[in-house]
């Protein structure tokens, strides 16, 4: 058995206006609930909520405003836990909603009560679905939010000691100059250097450069790291092939005596 962290970005499940795609929600499910049914423990992490609130609201742009943002936060995450409910529970998998904020981790107290509360969940077969709580988080106190889902999933992964953290995204890994699929990382360190930002998208605020910065992280912590296409079917494939996506090797931890 295995412990998996998969975290999702907006664009895998959601249409370029923000509603949630059902048609990569189904496919990315299914793929899950196969992970599990094969023995392994599996912890989500999704975002999309505000995405989700902008398109409901008739929002062609992410807000600038926090309060606006918040507003579609609320909204939006109705949506997808709906959704979600509604396809884990097509192939008889509970789920819990887990909402978190930047103290929720930071301060120690809070961290072992999320901690328990997740190996909880984990233990009794209920698949936990997290995201940050921007209906409270706020932006404009600088450092008080993960910034991103992708550095959520690494204190998630850290958190609960898991195996491997599969990041999915709309490519198909990290690329090279020429655009072509990089199939093992081992030096983490001199891709970062290469990495542009990209301008911010209109539906969220990641980026290949926030991956890298969260599976340097994670690498360095010991968790085996991967970067996929989350609108192809590519998870039960990650751990027998390399013919998907781009595999970041953990570094061995010397455990303390």
């Not at 049914?37 to 929002?59: Q, R, T």
């Not at 959704?83 to 107290?109: N, S, W």
């Not at 953290?165 to 072509?180: A, C, M, N, P, R």
């Not at 599976?215 to 968790?223: H, L, S, T, W």
Request: proline share 2%.
């Amino acid at each position: 058995m295995s412990r998996i962290v998969v975290k999702v970005g907006t664009h895998a499940i959601a249409s370029r206006s923000g509603h949630p795609d059902h048609e990569a929600l189904s496919r990315l499910v299914k793929q899950i609930c196969r992970l599990k049914k094969a023995g392994n423990e599996v912890i989500f992490v999704s975002s999309g909520a505000v995405a989700a609130g902008m398109e409901a609201l008739g929002l062609t742009k992410r807000p600038d405003d926090i309060n606006d943002i918040q507003m579609c936060a609320a909204v939006g995450q109705a949506r997808f836990i709906c959704e979600y409910e509604m396809l884990f529970e097509e192939f008889g998998e509970k789920i819990g909603q887990v909402l978190l904020t930047y103290h929720d981790i930071d301060a120690p107290v809070n961290r072992l009560n999320v901690q328990k509360s997740l190996e909880h969940l984990v233990k009794a077969g209920i698949i936990p679905i997290i995201n940050e709580n921007d209906v409270v988080a706020d932006d404009e106190i600088k450092g008080m939010t993960f910034g991103d889902n992708d550095w959520l999933s690494f204190l998630i992964a850290r958190l609960v000691g898991a195996d491997a953290l599969i990041l999915l995204s709309t490519v198909d890994g990290l690329l090279d100059d020429e655009g072509k699929r990089i199939e093992a990382v081992k030096d983490v360190t001199k891709v970062m250097r290469l990495a542009k930002s990209k301008s911010s998208s209109s539906l969220s605020k990641g980026g290949m450069l926030s991956k890298l910065k969260a599976i340097k992280a994670a690498v360095d912590a010991g968790i085996d790291t991967y970067i996929a296409n989350g609108r192809k079917q590519v998870l039960s494939s990650l751990f027998n092939s390399r013919r998907f996506g781009t595999y970041f090797p953990g570094r061995k931890v010397r455990k303390v005596k």
